[in-house]
T-cell receptor, first 115, second 114 residues
Framework: KAGVTQTPRYLIKTRGQQVTLSCSPISGHRSVSWYQQTPGQGLQFLFEYFSETQRNKGNFPGRFSGRQFSNSRSEMNVSTLELGDSALYLC??????????????FGPGTRLLVL | AQSVTQPDIHITVSEGASLELRCNYSYGATPYLFWYVQSPGQGLQLLLKYFSGDTLVQGIKGFEAEFKRSQSSFNLRKPSVHWSDAAEYFCAVGARGGSYIPTFGRGTSLIVHP
């Protein structure tokens, strides 16, 4: 079974631009979560989508948004980029059970650099 | 809300030596506990997880972890470290019946000397 894939792997943008990142979950998985990883803040949860609906949301500003398609693929969008948005963005998929014992499988991440 | 602390930012060991990475959690009941590893340029890979039952959990790559309720700890161990084990290790805690999303520690960077 193919793992979680994320595209692109690397991205350079300038302040004020917007960016869209893509995540394809493991086949059969219906839940996709997004995390931001930075040296200063560590791994922070952005949001989780399940069956095309946002089911959980972290504490990030509205500039960060996402969506999920009927095939479970997910995109996240960051508008009006700031220097502090430079980070590794990780996507994780799972079967989607509501209990935390569901194992999340992570993709390799998208490295975003904002200049 | 749950939280997790990894007290050691960096750990340096010699190849072949034993390893213990510390993890302490805060949660009102017995949580779900996870250890993940992240190699440079890679995403996170699950090493092992504890849900219930035997408090000594075996994982992949020769790792094990022990859940100690009295100490609110879930330390990761390996008897003999290999150079390929050099990576970032994350402990995570999840709430039973609560929010689906696990909370991650800040990570411990493992350096392995030849």
């Amino acid at each position: 079974k193919a793992g979680v894939t994320q595209t692109p792997r690397y991205l350079i943008k300038t302040r004020g631009q917007q960016v869209t990142l893509s995540c394809s979950p493991i086949s059969g998985h219906r839940s996709v979560s997004w995390y931001q990883q930075t040296p200063g803040q560590g791994l922070q949860f952005l949001f989780e989508y399940f069956s095309e609906t946002q089911r959980n949301k972290g504490n990030f500003p509205g500039r960060f948004s996402g969506r999920q398609f009927s095939n479970s693929r997910s995109e996240m969008n960051v508008s009006t980029l700031e220097l502090g948005d430079s980070a590794l963005y990780l996507c994780a998929s799972s079967n989607g059970g509501r209990d935390s014992q569901e194992t999340q499988y992570f993709g390799p991440g998208t490295r975003l650099l904002v200049l | 809300a749950q939280s997790v602390t990894q007290p050691d930012i960096h750990i340096t060991v010699s190849e072949g030596a034993s390893l213990e990475l510390r993890c302490n959690y805060s949660y009102g009941a017995t949580p779900y506990l996870f250890w993940y590893v992240q190699s440079p340029g890679q995403g996170l890979q699950l090493l092992l997880k504890y849900f219930s039952g035997d408090t000594l959990v075996q994982g992949i790559k020769g790792f094990e972890a022990e859940f100690k309720r009295s100490q609110s700890s879930f330390n990761l161990r390996k008897p003999s470290v290999h150079w390929s084990d050099a990576a970032e290790y994350f402990c995570a805690v999840g709430a039973r019946g609560g929010s689906y999303i696990p909370t991650f520690g800040r990570g411990t960077s493992l350096i392995v000397h030849p």
